[in-house]
């Protein structure tokens, strides 16, 4: 009878769940699936000595509806019981379709204080000894975000989930 009931019940909510673009991806010439990140993505301070550069990223086919973008750098690793943001931006204009390196977003976007409490993009760090996943994701969202730059990254992030069309991570490490 149960299994009667799940299956039904797991189309529903996928059936409700906002349509997907085929192939909306986010690529990059500077980081890779599963690789580890090269200095110039580590942060400078707390004990590493990188360039603290933010990597270049493109993304293509978004879906329909989309009226812009959010980008984020976050380590679920980080020992803190709540990971650690490394970049949160959003309300990337709708006709951008990636980011140069180094940290330059378009007119219009907005950036959020990361967990080194500087705004814009900070580097990898993990503790020493400790290895960790850096996830670099682009959202399509279905409309501009209502929020400013003074906004913590819980409920930025909780806006971009609740809004995004779609969404494309890429998955680097790093250890030291």
């Given amino acids: 009878m149960i299994r009667n009931m799940v299956l039904p019940a797991f189309l529903a909510a996928t059936m409700a769940g906002p349509a997907l673009a ?21 942060f400078q301070g707390f004990g590493c000595e990188g360039s603290n550069a ?9 879906p329909e509806g989309t009226e812009s973008f959010a980008v984020t750098v976050y380590d679920p690793d980080a020992p803190t019981g709540s990971g ?3 970049w949160f931006a959003f309300n990337i204009p709708v006709d951008v379709t990636g980011l140069p390196g180094g940290e330059t977003l378009p007119s219009g976007s ?3 204080t990361n967990d080194y409490g500087a705004t814009g993009f900070g580097g990898a760090c993990p503790p020493p000894g400790e290895v960790h996943r850096y996830q ?8 501009k975000l209502d929020l400013d730059n003074s906004v913590s990254n819980a409920l930025a992030g909780f806006m971009v989930n609740a809004n995004s069309l779609a969404s494309s991570t890429i998955t680097a490490v790093y250890n030291r």
């Avoid at 980081?31 to 090269?38: F, H, K, M």
């Avoid at 990597?55 to 978004?62: E, G, H, I, R, V």
């Avoid at 670099?136 to 409309?143: D, I, M």
């Fill in 84 to 86: 650690w943001w490394h």
């Fill in 54 to 62: 933010a990597p270049t990223l493109t993304w293509s086919n978004a």
């Fill in 136 to 143: 670099f994701t682009v959202h399509a969202l279905g409309t």
């Fill in 22 to 42: 085929d192939g909306f991806t986010l690529s990059s010439p500077d980081i890779a699936e599963g690789q580890q990140l090269s200095n110039d993505y580590v």
């Fill in 110 to 112: 907005v950036e959020l």
